[in-house]
């Protein structure tokens, strides 16, 4: 029923806030259905990354195309999915949904067509009978559910998931992972979801993408057969190495910030930052896996 | 957004039982029965001069005598005819005027600055300037009351369109909603519970505003009336007045709570005052 996924292509991006530089010549080709994940430390541009994607920012060098052809602001196929669930608190939720149909098809005419299309999203994210509530009778997860489902509501070509997960409870961000994992089966659009926990990169992604300092750093595939066993060696080994890479990228992205600096002055910074990331993201899924 | 007033009051209503209302109705009731009561009981009892204060029977009486004549409906309907008038005039142009104010950057600038200055300045202080202008006539009253509605509505819309959640508004530009439909389903729905707020300061500052107009000059209305009743001392009537005016202060805030209730549905302070069952996914 949807259109294909699109093929989305970021080449040279390059993208300053202030004097700082954030992107620095950063490609990435994902192919048409494929979904890829981009990983890295808070800081790292992956936000960024996806935000100029969907047009809420300026590139300033580079470009971003989509089956070939520059986008330039937001595009009618891209659809984004925010941390937040960015829902309007005065609509009801299937209100909500429908506000994501194509601009196009908004007018009047075959306005119980999209009713009924709004309704069978809700059904898929398991919220058919919630259609007539406030958003603000929901919890966190079912809201990120209602975001979802509006997402999908244009059969967008390339959705964008930006850190959707993060702001959820762990059995529900579970249950969500799996929810995602099945709407992308059933509809093959292309993804970028961008997060910072390497565990549910790796149980979703085809391709996990290591960002360090606005460039990628590695590219890590994953083969794995869906749906994906956590406690599986294939799936500890996938996150560790990943973590690997990402400490490992952590040195060359403090150095060349301060090229005068002493050697142990810039080494006691990086511990610090070291310590700072590993407490908040990066250390915790490493210890789930290996209980 | 933060600012809607009946966040605290609202819950509490859906949260006590009934007969915790009961109680604290009665405990709130005290102070106002014990009044009454100290007013009826001194000036029967003839240690306050009736001129000086009226006993409460002769106010009931008054007020009785009024209606039965007609003449209260009558002064009642034009006062509130006036407030209407001038709440409906400064009260669109207040609201036009702070949408734009806070939607586009060069009406801010070319609005926004004066009118902060002006606001400074307290409305009734054109009372001279207005007579003037406008005379003793309809005019000068609802244009005073327009000219105080005007503000509390203009502020308060400038803030609920600013402060509207820039989450929103990005959300509102990936999923491409036009301008127009930013406006109607984003950015003034949002406003909404600002604007309310604004309503019933407005409200306030409209019976405020009448009375003084009524009072300095006039041939009808409650002020008029007031005024009248003073020039042959009778203190029954000038009472009878006050609680009119208190009832119609009463009345109208009730109405924008009734208002409020129904357009904030969706808001927190009143899902969580109806009982939110709170379920989990």
């Given at each position: 029923m949807s259109a294909s996924g699109a093929h989305?292509?970021?080449?040279?991006?390059?993208?300053?806030?202030?004097?700082?530089?954030?992107?620095?010549?950063?490609?990435?080709?994902?192919?048409?259905?494929?979904?890829?994940?981009?990983?890295?430390?808070?800081?790292?541009?992956?936000?960024?990354?996806?935000?100029?994607?969907?047009?809420?920012?300026?590139?300033?060098?580079?470009?971003?195309?989509?089956?070939?052809?520059?986008?330039?602001?937001?595009?009618?196929?891209?659809?984004?999915?925010?941390?937040?669930?960015?829902?309007?608190?005065?609509?009801?939720?299937?209100?909500?949904?429908?506000?994501?149909?194509?601009?196009?098809?908004?007018?009047?005419?075959?306005?119980?067509?999209?009713?009924?299309?709004?309704?069978?999203?809700?059904?898929?994210?398991?919220?058919?009978?919630?259609?007539?509530?406030?958003?603000?009778?929901?919890?966190?997860?079912?809201?990120?559910?209602?975001?979802?489902?509006?997402?999908?509501?244009?059969?967008?070509?390339?959705?964008?998931?930006?850190?959707?997960?993060?702001?959820?409870?762990?059995?529900?961000?579970?249950?969500?992972?799996?929810?995602v994992e099945r709407v992308w089966l059933e509809r093959r659009f292309t993804a970028v979801l961008v997060t910072h926990e390497i565990q549910e990169a790796v149980a979703l992604a085809d391709r996990v993408m290591v960002l360090d300092a606005g460039r990628a750093s590695v590219e890590v595939r994953i083969t794995m057969p869906r749906p994906r066993a956590r406690e599986s060696c294939e799936f500890i080994e996938a996150t560790a190495r990943i973590l690997r890479h990402i400490l490992e990228g952590a040195a060359p992205a403090v150095v060349p910030l301060k090229p005068g600096a002493?050697?142990?002055?810039?080494?006691?910074?990086?511990?610090?930052?070291?310590?700072?990331?590993?407490?908040?993201?990066?250390?915790?899924?490493?210890?789930?896996?290996?209980? | 957004m933060s600012r809607v007033p009946s966040r605290s009051d609202a819950p509490a209503e859906g949260r006590t039982r009934p007969s915790d209302g009961r109680t604290a109705m009665w405990v709130s009731a005290l102070v106002p029965v014990a009044a009454l009561v100290a007013?009826?009981?001194?000036?029967?009892?003839?240690?306050?001069?009736?001129?000086?204060?009226?006993?409460?029977?002769?106010?009931?009486?008054?007020?009785?005598?009024?209606?039965?004549?007609?003449?209260?409906?009558?002064?009642?309907?034009?006062?509130?005819?006036?407030?209407?008038?001038?709440?409906?005039?400064?009260?669109?142009?207040?609201?036009?005027?702070?949408?734009?104010?806070?939607?586009?950057?060069?009406?801010?600038?070319?609005?926004?600055?004066?009118?902060?200055?002006?606001?400074?300045?307290?409305?009734?202080?054109?009372?001279?300037?207005?007579?003037?202008?406008?005379?003793?006539?309809?005019?000068?009253?609802?244009?005073?009351?327009?000219?105080?509605?005007?503000?509390?509505?203009?502020?308060?819309?400038?803030?609920?369109?600013?402060?509207?959640?820039?989450?929103?508004?990005?959300m509102a530009r990936v999923f491409r909603l036009g301008r127009a439909e930013l406006f109607w389903r984003v950015v003034l729905p949002g406003a909404v519970p600002s604007i309310l707020v604004g309503l019933r300061f407005a409200l306030g500052l409209m019976w405020l505003t009448l009375i003084v107009a009524e009072t300095i000059g006039a041939d009808s209305g409650i002020g008029y009336l007031a005024m009248t009743a003073r020039e042959f001392m009778r203190t029954d009537i000038v009472f009878a007045t006050v609680v009119l005016y208190a009832l119609l202060g009463k009345l109208a805030d009730v109405i924008t709570r009734v208002v409020e209730r129904r357009m904030l549905a969706w808001h927190p302070s009143y899902l969580h005052g109806l009982g939110a069952s709170g379920s989990t996914p």
């Open positions: 989305l292509e970021v080449t040279r991006l390059h993208k300053v806030f202030g004097a700082r530089p954030v992107l620095r010549g950063l490609d990435l080709d994902v192919r048409p259905g494929e979904l890829v994940a981009v990983v890295g430390r808070s800081g790292c541009g992956k936000s960024t990354l996806l935000r100029v994607i969907a047009g809420l920012e300026c590139a300033y060098g580079g470009s971003v195309s989509m089956d070939g052809n520059p986008i330039v602001g937001s595009a009618d196929d891209t659809r984004m999915i925010f941390q937040e669930a960015r829902l309007l608190p005065w609509a009801s939720v299937l209100d909500n949904v429908l506000l994501g149909a194509r601009a196009e098809a908004k007018g009047r005419a075959r306005s119980r067509e999209r009713r009924e299309h709004a309704r069978e999203l809700l059904r898929g994210v398991g919220l058919a009978d919630r259609e007539s509530d406030w958003p603000g009778r929901l919890s966190g997860g079912q809201k990120q559910r209602v975001a979802l489902a509006r997402g999908l509501m244009s059969n967008p070509r390339l959705l964008l998931l930006d850190e959707p997960l993060g702001a959820l409870d762990a059995f529900t961000r579970i249950e969500m992972q799996q929810l002493p050697q142990d002055a810039s080494g006691t910074f990086d511990v610090a930052a070291f310590g700072v990331e590993s407490s908040h993201s990066i250390a915790p899924p490493l210890h789930r896996g290996v209980r | 007013w009826s009981g001194s000036t029967t009892a003839g240690a306050v001069s009736t001129r000086v204060l009226p006993t409460p029977q002769a106010v009931v009486a008054a007020t009785w005598e009024l209606a039965r004549s007609g003449e209260l409906s009558r002064h009642v309907l034009i006062s509130t005819w006036r407030a209407l008038a001038g709440l409906a005039l400064g009260g669109s142009v207040g609201f036009i005027l702070g949408i734009m104010s806070g939607y586009f950057t060069l009406a801010s600038r070319l609005v926004d600055t004066p009118v902060q200055m002006i606001r400074n300045v307290p409305h009734l202080a054109l009372i001279p300037m207005v007579i003037i202008w406008f005379g003793l006539g309809e005019e000068a009253k609802i244009f005073l009351v327009a000219l105080g509605v005007f503000f509390p509505i203009y502020v308060n819309t400038v803030h609920g369109v600013r402060s509207l959640d820039d989450g929103l508004v990005e």
